[in-house]
Nanobody
Framework: QLQPMESGGGTVQAGDSLTLSCTLS????????MGWFRQRPGKEREAVSC????????YYEDSVKGRFTISRDNAKKILYLRMESLRPEDTGMYYC????????????????????WGQGTQVTVSS
């Protein structure tokens, strides 16, 4: 697993947009499927969006479909999450990770244990 460093969070109003970035150190970035996870207050950490190694296969959690877009830049070794039409319920700490194995399809993101988490980036959406 690559060591992640997330950035781009902030405090915004409902309806605003943010773009999260995740820099992943280490080799073979292009060979990893990866994902964005979030931990909302009082809830367990969950997968928000995942992207396959081809940059095309992508999964979105139901509540973010149509609002969030995941993408990757293999040359820069950066994973992005564009978040639009933000809602108060999107508030939480966002993390990226590269668990292995990780299988990404349109309706599912299955992954193994995640042993290395970054510090995360906080997203706070006020109503």
């Amino acid at each position: 697993q690559l060591q992640p460093m997330e950035s781009g969070g902030g405090t915004v109003q409902a309806g605003d947009s943010l773009t999260l970035s995740c820099t992943l150190s280490g080799l073979s970035f292009a060979g990893y499927a990866m994902g964005w996870f979030r931990q909302r207050p009082g809830k367990e950490r969950e997968a928000v969006s995942c992207i396959g190694t081809n940059g095309v296969d992508a999964y979105y959690e139901d509540s973010v479909k149509g609002r969030f877009t995941i993408s990757r830049d293999n040359a820069k070794k950066i994973l992005y999450l564009r978040m639009e039409s933000l809602r108060p319920e999107d508030t939480g700490m966002y993390y990226c990770a590269t668990p292995t194995p990780m299988v990404v399809q349109r309706n599912t993101c299955q992954y193994g244990a995640i042993n290395s988490w970054g510090q995360g980036t906080q997203v706070t959406v006020s109503s």
